[in-house]
């Protein structure tokens, strides 16, 4: 009697840990590459991606919060929308304001301070190709 084996669920989705391994590694990638870029290009650069890199960290755990936030299931739906709209815009309000005293400032790195404010996109994007690439060898060496 041969036993078969049920037949290994793909899905293409993001577990439960993306969020983690995002936080993690924006933050890793910040702490590492700053004084990368302070001890090549000088401190100016390497504090501006460090700055930008605690923009980028803090943006994205204040969209997870406006989201927790949000979906709360005692709010109402146009309670929900307001409140998703008041704290998002109180998120680029403050943005912007930071951004502008930052520009204002004489030792700012336009280029570096946007590199770290990418940094979290850039990680997301990383990871959704890793599991795409992952997803796609695993079917691949599924069918041998």
Do not use: H
Request: with cysteine.
């Amino acid at each position: 009697m041969k036993i078969q084996k049920s037949p290994k669920s793909k899905s293409f989705q993001v577990d439960s840990n993306f969020l983690r391994q995002v936080y993690s590694l924006t933050w890793i990638g910040g702490v590492f590459v700053t004084p990368i870029l302070v001890f090549f290009f000088g401190l100016p650069t390497g504090v501006s991606f460090g700055v930008g890199s605690i923009v980028s960290f803090s943006m994205l755990a204040a969209m997870e919060f406006v989201v927790c936030k949000t979906i709360d299931p005692s709010n109402s739906i146009k309670k929900g929308k307001w409140l998703f709209a008041a704290l998002t815009s109180s998120k680029y309000i403050f943005l912007l304001v930071l951004l502008f005293f930052l520009i204002r400032s004489e030792w700012l790195n336009i280029y570096a301070l946007t590199a770290g404010i990418t940094l979290a996109q850039l990680v997301i994007m990383a990871n959704a190709v890793f599991i795409t690439v992952r997803f796609f060898v695993e079917g691949i060496f599924e069918n041998r």
